[in-house]
């Protein structure tokens, strides 16, 4: 989800307790930043991991929330926060980064500028050419060659509190979870609910697709081509990682692990899940918790690159990415 006292009474919270996560562009100004490989720093020899490397850290971003693999450009988008997860601020802005960890441009779309909203950029999915983004209490739609806005859903009016991550099915339908968290005056973190996954058909209708205590505050949504089915992830105290189908009365729980859970990725079978609670990226295959990364504090919405079969890793209090390769 900049370190302020709200993001980081955030991390003392979550060590508590987990509570905390793709042409028309007509008069679009030329924002493309200048490369700057300065960002790209060396780092330091990796702590001992079982299953993965670090290669690069990429310095820079302003509370980056998700990272997402453009497959067909080759890209990195990066969602940045900058500042509060919950205030209608207009300041988020989103990042596109190369492979090779330049920042291609920083603030390739930015709130206020060029028609622009982006309060508090979260989750982040790909259809086609449209980059589909989550802020607050709607979903943005913006052109992933060139940062037009394109389309906004309003689910403020459904009861949206705080939308979190967001996945595509092969259907077009988009599937966002809504964590259900506020925070009080002093930044303390606050789960009033309800715990919901949001439906947009491709008739941009807004239904509630699961609802209730069982899906433990979620937080991560991907889609599992293998198993035919959604892959949630819990940030509360309910420590599970879930299977979902649509029409299901109650999602599964297929492992249980750490907690504070984040971001999820589908890797070939392998789960690998995000948690704040331990700052490790687990896999999970068989029902069984395998660590994958660990020492990474705060690591938000993951992304994965199947290129090169990598884990991209937005390190929120730390306004960096970790770029880990996969063994």
């Known amino acids: ?3 302020t006292v709200l993001c980081t009474t955030l991390v003392v919270a979550a060590a508590r307790q987990p509570v905390d996560r793709k042409r028309h562009a007509a008069n679009v100004p030329d924002t493309t930043a200048a490369v700057d490989t ?11 991991a079982p299953g993965a ?12 929330e998700s990272v997402l693999h453009d497959s067909t450009q080759d890209i990195y988008f990066v969602s940045n926060v900058n500042g509060s997860p919950t205030v209608k601020d207009n300041n988020g802005f989103i990042s596109r980064v190369r492979p090779d960890g330049a920042i291609e441009n920083l603030k390739f779309i930015e709130g206020g500028r060029a028609g622009v909203t982006l309060n508090a950029p979260k ?3 790909l259809l086609g050419d449209t980059l589909w983004v989550t802020d607050i209490d709607r979903i943005r739609a913006f052109n992933a060659r060139t940062g037009a806005p ?6 403020d009016s459904a009861g949206a509190v705080f939308l979190n991550d967001i996945a595509i099915a092969t259907t077009g339908a988009i599937y966002i979870t809504d964590t259900g968290i506020r925070f009080d005056d002093v930044g303390n973190v606050l789960h ?5 996954v949001f439906r947009i058909g491709p008739d941009r209708k807004v239904t509630i697709a699961a609802k209730g205590d069982s899906l433990g505050w979620p937080n991560g949504i991907t889609v599992d081509p293998v198993g035919k089915r959604f892959i949630i992830v819990s940030f509360g105290p309910a420590k599970s990682v879930l299977a979902w189908k649509p029409g299901d009365r109650a999602p599964k729980v297929i492992a249980k692990g750490a907690g504070g859970f984040d971001g999820v990725e589908m890797a070939g079978t392998r789960i690998l899940v995000s948690s704040w609670t331990d700052s490790t990226v687990s896999a999970y295959e068989t ?6 990364i660990t020492g990474v504090p705060s690591p938000a919405d993951i992304g994965y690159d199947a290129k090169r079969n990598r884990v991209l890793i937005p390190v929120f209090t730390g306004n960096r990415v970790e770029i880990w390769q996969l063994q």
């Open 1 to 3: 989800m900049r370190a």
């Open 38 to 48: 300065a960002r790209v720093m060396p780092p330091p020899p990796p702590p001992a």
């Open 53 to 64: 490397t670090r290669m690069l850290s990429v310095a820079g971003f302003s509370t980056p």
């Open 123 to 125: 989750g982040l999915a």
């Open 150 to 155: 394109l389309d906004s859903v309003r689910l």
């Open 192 to 196: 009033p609910g309800p715990d919901r």
């Open 287 to 292: 029902g069984q918790e395998v660590k994958v």
